[in-house]
């Protein structure tokens, strides 16, 4: 597997801790302390949580099922979002752009044939991190970028560079989560051989924390420890008061059950693990609370094709009740990933026809009022995150020129047709849903 020799640091520099797993070993942090051994000598198996206890109820700060009352003076600003820089759609880039759709601009750099994706703004709205893919290798790592662009670079690997130990093969770190302090990134870890069998699934798969910085490396959630090949952990998103996430679990063909996915939730102390929503419904990619707590976004996926039509936008509370859908059913369209404004007074979301490009939208939190924010189908704008950054002076000069943004009713789709690159032969499997346009890598 191809590395970049520019991301090598010394162990003592990030203060790294390992732990030996079955064939190879895994990295956890400050799990460790207190022991009673040294690290590296505990096999995975015999670290777990302590045994679940119950989920924390949502502390809301404001009332029940009025979303965003207790935060209308936030201010809503930038969205940031995923986009393809070239026609073929083999590379792509973080963009940023106005609460209106206006004033888009590109704010990280890919090589050809890279793909940045899964962006998320930093609670201050100084930073987004997101995960660059390799086209060499197929696999994903974390970098950071300023709201303007500047100072991009990557957060350091957990794996050494070159290393041929077992807990890095096929190592892939994607979807960063920025925690509402600002003081730990959520992320997805997958290692390990691959089930050539089985569309080439990785061994194993979960949940991870650490520093924005790469240091005090934490493991969260062990759902694949003695279940490998059974599915990809990915997309945490944090709770507004910190205390739990929820995230994607994917099930493989050797998953129980096969082939499906669904949101789970669990508290940051990795206490209180439970499934969210229900298998049947799909739910996937990255859900998105509520900034008062009390609601909780998440999309569906109809079984077949990741870029078939059918899907849906749906909320829930945090304790698993009330699901309820925002969009039309049954749909013609293809629905992305969504989230909230910073007030919780709007979600913006992407959506695209069968076939075509997706575009970035916005509506209430009950689903009405929506407007169409992009016409840019042939960049394929999805996994959009709101955030409280200015728009910077120049990207105001621009937004100030005529918008190709424009209002439509909630049947509105863009239309745009687009191919999708093949998934790197060999590579693992290890990704959820990628949008309408591109592979499911």
């Not at 076939?355 to 840019?376: E, F, H």
């Amino acid at each position: 597997m191809t590395r970049s020799a520019e991301t090598r640091q010394s162990a003592s520099s990030k203060a790294r801790i390992r732990a030996t797993a079955g064939a190879g070993l895994l990295l956890v942090g400050t799990l460790l302390t207190g022991c009673g051994a040294e690290p590296g000598d505990i096999p995975l198996s015999e670290i777990r949580p302590e045994s679940p206890t119950a989920t924390p109820d949502p502390t809301p700060t404001a009332t029940p099922g009025v979303v965003g009352a207790a935060n209308a003076d936030v201010h809503n600003g930038l969205i940031v979002s995923r986009a393809y820089t070239d026609a073929a759609r083999t590379t792509s880039a973080i963009v940023t752009l106005g609460p209106d759709g206006a004033g888009q601009h590109q704010i990280t750099q890919p090589p050809e044939r890279a793909r940045d994706d899964r962006p998320d703004w930093a609670p201050d709205g100084s930073a987004v991190a997101f995960d660059r893919t390799d086209p060499q290798s197929g696999t994903a790592r974390l970098w950071t970028v300023t709201a303007t662009g500047d100072n991009a670079h990557q957060i350091s690997q957990l794996c050494d560079t070159g290393s041929g130990t077992a807990d890095c093969a096929n190592e892939d770190e994607r979807a960063p989560a920025f925690s509402p302090d600002g003081k730990q990134l959520a992320f997805s870890r997958s290692w390990g051989a691959l089930d050539q069998a089985h569309n080439n699934q990785v061994q194993y798969s979960d949940l991870y924390l650490m520093s924005p910085d790469g240091t005090n490396v934490q493991r969260l959630t062990f759902l694949t420890n003695d279940k490998p090949h059974s599915g990809t952990v990915s997309n945490p998103s944090w709770s507004p008061d910190g205390k739990q996430l929820t995230f994607e679990y994917r099930t493989s063909a050797t998953g129980q059950p096969a082939n499906s996915r669904a949101v789970y939730v669990v508290g940051v102390d990795g206490t209180g693990l439970r499934q969210l929503t229900p298998w049947e419904l799909r739910a996937g990619d990255r859900a998105a609370w509520s900034p008062d707590g009390t609601q909780i976004l998440f999309t569906t996926y109809p079984a077949g094709p990741d870029n078939a039509p059918g899907g849906g936008i749906y909320t829930v509370h945090p304790d698993g009740t009330a699901i309820g859908a925002l969009t039309p059913a049954p749909s013609t369209a293809f629905y992305g990933s969504a989230a909230y404004a910073p007030d919780g007074k709007s979600i913006v979301f992407a959506q695209a026809p069968s076939g075509a490009g997706a575009d970035l939208y916005s509506m209430r939190p009950d689903g009405t009022g929506v407007a169409r924010l992009t016409n840019a189908a042939d960049k394929g704008l999805d996994r959009p995150s709101w955030g409280t950054a200015a728009a910077p002076a120049v990207q105001v000069a621009q937004s100030e020129a005529p918008s190709a943004a424009a209002s439509a009713g909630p049947s509105a789709t863009p239309s745009a047709a687009a191919s999708a690159p093949a998934q790197a032969q060999g590579q693992p499997k290890t990704d959820d849903t990628q949008p309408q346009d591109e592979d499911d890598n």
